[in-house]
């Protein structure tokens, strides 16, 4: 039966793992990411999940870990944030370009130095191209469903690629909310047993990651690119599912309030329900401004952003990483990327700010919004705005 | 011994889990060990292969040497990805998912995957118990990227990141001793082997396996592109340095030392030095230093075993 309970988003994310009857969980602490994988630690000694669970010395062992226990056909979870990210780096490209299905949920949180164990996307952002599929989530409901959604599309045999389910560092991780945790059949029917097509096992052997020569890299290459791209189809296949089973709706990029705007602002992950009380007031001031959350980071949803954005004069993004010494905001970065190739296509302005725990009101959102509009219409020499630096 | 050497291939093994027709170099010790020991485990095993020579001779897209089920990942995280493989077999076996059957899960790469930069990967594999055995083959430098150093590298050997020159005499540091390291994680089985001994070194891999918990065994691989020889003495190598005591021949049961062989009178180290060229711009000084030293850590291992399971 689905139970409405209080609880904290990391401790929900842990019960999203349970009713996903996951096989196998490496872990290995780091903050703010630690009371995911305690919880998993407790539901497996109670006996209310029989996984394995691997305690390693190290996130490069934990994803290593994750790497052999995908390989024989496990359901296998980690999760990890900032530090732990950069240092599975070299592991997290071995999981895409094998095709193994692990899901991972990160808490974002910035990058040292200065070491900072609060909310940013810098780790993200380090993992880019890493050729993972990379979900973003507002609140501890979106983390709950997606964990769940997440293993449903990794294990998929169109797909078969590793999933991050992004969630942001004490503005996610450390909050209690109230929660709608799904019936434990239901989610078994939703998500049947993995079944991954070529397992180690003794009875057909088959060779994993062997080393391709020059003559066939470029092909390996292009079939995960093509795999990526279009696993898009097969997420929001399992979206769409997911609603008609439980309700909640999930796309790939989700409007808010957008209906008559010229401008809007785009943000992705937690911010975005600071951004919706914005765009609320801003409203009322008679302002016509909305909301667009990307939801989906990788693969990138080009049509549906462009669909999303057509015909609006401003587009004022928010980032939370800066791409030091580049074009600021890699969101933004992106988006402008996307839409370069559009006629007519909108004025794109780019904040860099939030970074490593730093807070954006809904006061800020609102001076945000106002410059943005500002700078659209005078023009601005700089590739990117710092919000609330002092220089 | 003689009657055993005509009827030695009757106790082989015929299957090979290696096949033939992989890149390696002539005369590699190596793989040789490699073939020996895939043997010894039999088919019912899992493969998790470090980044390195082994790798690169046997697994070039779109063929395998390998007739077991084989993976490999990255350079240093060899015996983390064994973990995963052993814990996933287990909680599959334990669902029901799969049979219910002993499957041996091995890991194995050279002494740059295994004492350097894998050290740390390999080290919390063992300290967290996982059935699985470890089998490093060290032939003493990093071959593969073309001869540098490791902490495996012997005293005095030059290699393309220790040269000997004009104010170097080669290598500066003293060989790590892996096999005690391995022992100072409690790990139930530890041993040494080297394919010139083969039915010490298949019946050791076979004990490993017997084992409910992590077995490591570091098996001396000569090299002979990197350590300068000739390809046909490899094998005769192999015996100089265990008959030298440069690389001795022992196993560790559950903490407890046991020589495999003792020889009433060591050769004197300069055997087992001359016909390589690495070693040959060392000095006679020099040499006498690292003669003392092999000594030295001989009667150390020798006071480690219990005197009555030496035999002669």
Redesign the interface.
Known sequence: MTKRVGMEVSIAVAEAVKLADV??V?VYPITPQTHVVEHIADLVVDGEL???Y?????E???L???????????R?FTATASQGLELMQ??LY?ASG?RLPIVMVVANRAVSAPLSIWGDHSDVMTVRDSGWIQIFNENGQEMVDNTICAFRIAENQQVLLPVMVHMDGFNLSHVIEPILLPDEEQVKAFLP?NNYPLP???S??????????PF?FTEARWAHEEALRNSKRTIVEVWDVFAKEFGRQYKPVESYRTEGAKTLLLTMGSFSETAMTAVDKIREEGLSVGLIRLRLWRPFPFEELREALQGIDTLIVLDRALSTGGPGGPVASEVRAALYSQNPRPQIVSFVGGLGGRDITVENFETIIKRGMEIAKSGSDKEFQMFGVRE | MQNLNVFAPRLLEKAEAFSPGHRACIGCGEVLAVRLAAKAMGKNLIMVNATGCMEIIASQIPNTNWNVPWIHTLFENTAAVASGVGSGLKVLMRKGRIPQEEINVAAIGGDGATLDIGLQALSGAMERGHKFLYICFDNEAYMNTGVQRSSATPFGASTTTSPAGKNSFGQFSWKKDMPAIAVAHNIPYVATACPSYPFDMIRKIKKAQTFDGPSYIQVFSVCPTGWRTAGDISIRLGRLAVETAVFPLYEVENGKYKLSMDFPKLKPLTDYTKPQGRFRHLSPEVLAQIQEKVLQKYDELKAKTALDEVKP
């Not at chain 1, 057909?204 to 020569?213: C, E, I, S, T, Y």
């Open positions: 096989d196998v490496a029989d996984a394995e691997i305690p390693v010395e190290s490069h062992s934990a290593s870990a994750c790497l052999g226990s995908a390989a024989t056909g496990a296998t070299e592991t071995v094998m047993t180690l096992h003794p057909k052997p088959v060779a994993m990651g062997d080393f391709a020569p066939i």
